[in-house]
């Protein structure tokens, strides 16, 4: 019996870009004849996006800073779009009075106050690196919020959804005064 070597070679994907494909070739055997190999394209790692909140926890009335964060890893995003439905499940989340918007996945981000969505439209990240939008958010009911955000561009192999992020709103404390009628 022959021994078996391990082998490494790098080939381009249908989209250009470079995978290993490692595998066992018998020594002394050609690749493709007596031991057929079929080579597999390595699945890109996705995009990840995360939602926050901060602070968390806040009262009816009261602003948090709703973050949403890519991180790239599967080559330069063009045509990158973001889009977070405030009032998803009937939540009562809009975008505050004073917006106080940040942005640095570049392209079109305006939030206004009011608002019950969120969109990116255009943006940009590049390869290995992380963009964000960010934006003042408010609710004027207590409940719970749980928001994700969907995403898309190019390179990515299909749209996605953020991880969750929970938004805890309270009711303002009621002030109760006595008054002494003596």
């Avoid at 955000?149 to 953020?162: M, R």
Wanted: proline share 4%.
């Amino acid at each position: 019996m022959k021994s078996m070597q391990p082998f490494s070679h790098s080939f381009a994907t249908p989209i250009g870009r470079k995978s290993k494909f490692v595998g066992l070739v018998a020594l002394g055997l050609t690749i493709g004849a007596a031991l057929p190999l079929t080579a597999f394209a390595a699945t890109d790692a996705s995009a990840q996006a995360t939602v926050s909140f901060s602070p968390a926890n806040i009262q009816a009335t009261q602003t948090s800073t709703l973050t949403i964060t890519i991180n790239n890893v599967t080559g330069n995003v063009n045509g990158l779009s973001i889009s977070d439905d405030l009032s998803a499940g009937g939540a009562s989340m809009v975008v505050a009075s004073s917006p106080s918007a940040t942005n640095t996945c570049g392209g079109s981000f305006t939030p206004a106050a009011s608002d019950t969505s969120l969109s990116l439209a255009g943006g940009s990240v590049a390869n290995n690196g992380t963009c964000s939008i960010s934006v003042l958010v408010t609710d004027s009911v207590a409940e719970t919020v749980n928001n994700t955000a969907s995403v898309a561009g190019t390179n990515f192999t299909a749209g996605f959804t953020s991880t969750a992020a929970t938004l805890t709103v309270t009711a303002l404390p009621v002030r109760l005064q006595s008054f002494d009628v003596n």
